[in-house]
């Protein structure tokens, strides 16, 4: 087992428990600092560590990494430094933080390389290349053929011999805490065949992960399976918002444009596949057998708990589902390995979503599409009020941890509030 991992580490830091940042997570964001410079930094507890304090501080001599990447914007060049320099940096950052007798003493000067989370404003973490949307949920889009298709042959022929995606929009993925204004658009009235124009009627959120591409390749070249998780840096919460009554209309025969180009939430911290190498777990069994370039061996799914709340303005929220990463009927090595199939090239910072993450009873849903069945199972709110969708004034915040052996590895949030139509 990778040696930051170890769930016996314990650390001079007071980690709460159920924190989502305990010494053997160590994940990667970008903070702002109070005199305005960006900076990488990790997490423990309650703490951003500074990497580049950590640096000057003489913390880090002998790393092969080079040190120039933590003054950076985003974290794609960290990234590109390689999964083992990576690897290395957190092994040390581990020894520094751990509570045994040590040449690193940390905790003497813990002071000038850590700072609370309350303190600091988080940024977007990753110079976002390209997005890619997956629709890798088995359930999810059983769910979604048999409301809108026939109950019968609610999956398209071919669902299960590929893993189905589109290309999004990169530029308008925003971090948690940003503020998201109501779309607008063309919709069609149920009771007429000609389409209006305005504010979105039916907002939705989308339960889903996205992994982040931490090694580039040529065009022309593809990526197996086996390599996939070369490739692949670390995972983050994504929250992939929908204006149903918009997509709905114009998806036919193209696929999602306004509908969803309007805005994603992601997590401000980046998970490495490192920290999570402990919480892996066996994917469904796929039928038919999938064509030779999709198979892969060994445990490639992971079991990530995830929880969607909503909470309106000024009053008391409400979780309305309880999902799992593991229930996704395609894997990540599966989706990069389809993705590059033809030679697609891919790039540090491209960010891949794994689609809507709904599991198989009514509460592990992941869209209110689904928690209230095209709107006609309304949630209610502990306000009294009800949701079909999500309303003006309303935030959706997702969530999501892993826990074993007494270790729980968390995502932090991706939240977004929504605001009125400019």
């Not at 198979?295 to 979780?319: A, C, F, M, R, S």
């Not at 949701?387 to 007494?406: A, L, N, T, W, Y």
């Amino acid at each position: 087992m990778i040696k930051a991992n170890n769930p016996n580490l314990k650390s001079w830091v007071d980690v709460l428990p159920g924190s989502d940042f305990p010494i053997q997570n160590l994940p990667f964001g970008v903070f702002e600092t109070t005199f305005g410079e960006k900076r990488v930094c990790s997490a423990i507890g309650e703490y951003v560590i500074d990497l580049v304090e950590l640096e000057y501080l003489g913390f880090l001599e002998g790393l092969r990494i080079d040190t120039s990447v933590f003054s950076r914007e985003f974290l794609n060049d960290l990234m590109a430094e390689g999964k083992e320099k990576v690897s290395e940096l957190r092994n040390r950052l581990s020894e520094i933080l751990q509570d045994i007798p040590g040449k690193w003493n940390g905790e003497s000067k813990a002071k000038q390389f850590m700072v609370h989370m309350k303190d600091v404003d988080m940024q977007m973490p990753i110079k976002i290349q390209d997005y890619t949307d997956f629709y890798s949920s088995i359930e999810h889009a059983t769910n979604v053929g048999t409301m809108f298709r026939d109950p019968d042959n609610a999956l398209l022929p071919n669902w299960r011999h590929l893993p189905v995606g589109y290309h999004g929009r990169a530029s308008s993925i925003v971090v948690s805490g940003t503020d998201i204004h109501r779309p607008k658009g063309q919709m069609i009235p149920a009771d007429s065949d000609q389409p209006v124009y305005g504010p979105c009627r039916l907002l939705d959120f989308e339960l889903e992960m996205g992994f982040v591409i931490g090694k580039k390749t040529k065009l022309g070249d593809t990526v197996s399976t086996s390599e996939a998780e070369d490739y692949i840096f670390g995972l983050i919460l994504f929250n992939d918002w929908s204006a149903r009554d918009i997509q709905k209309w114009e998806y036919v025969p193209l696929g999602p444009f306004l509908g969803k180009n309007f805005a994603s939430t992601v997590s401000p911290w980046v998970i490495t596949l490192e920290a999570l190498e402990p919480f892996r777990v066996q994917g469904p069994k796929q039928e038919p057998e999938v064509l030779s370039y999709l198979q892969y061996e060994g445990q490639k799914n992971y079991d990530i708990h995830l929880e969607v709340e909503i909470k309106p303005e000024d009053t008391e929220g409400k979780i309305v589902s309880r999902s799992n990463f593991k229930y996704m009927y395609w894997n990540m090595c599966q989706q990069l390995a389809h993705h590059t199939v033809n030679g697609c090239n891919i790039n540090v910072g491209d960010l891949y979503a794994s689609g809507t993450i709904s599991g198989p009873t009514p509460d592990s849903y992941g869209s209110m599409l689904e928690i209230s069945w095209k709107g006609t199972k309304p949630v209610s709110m502990p306000d009294g009020t009800e949701r079909k969708f999500i309303q003006d004034g309303d935030s959706v915040i997702m969530r999501g941890f892993c826990e074993k052996d007494g270790v729980r590895i968390g995502f932090g949030e991706a939240e977004g509030k929504v605001l009125p139509t400019k």
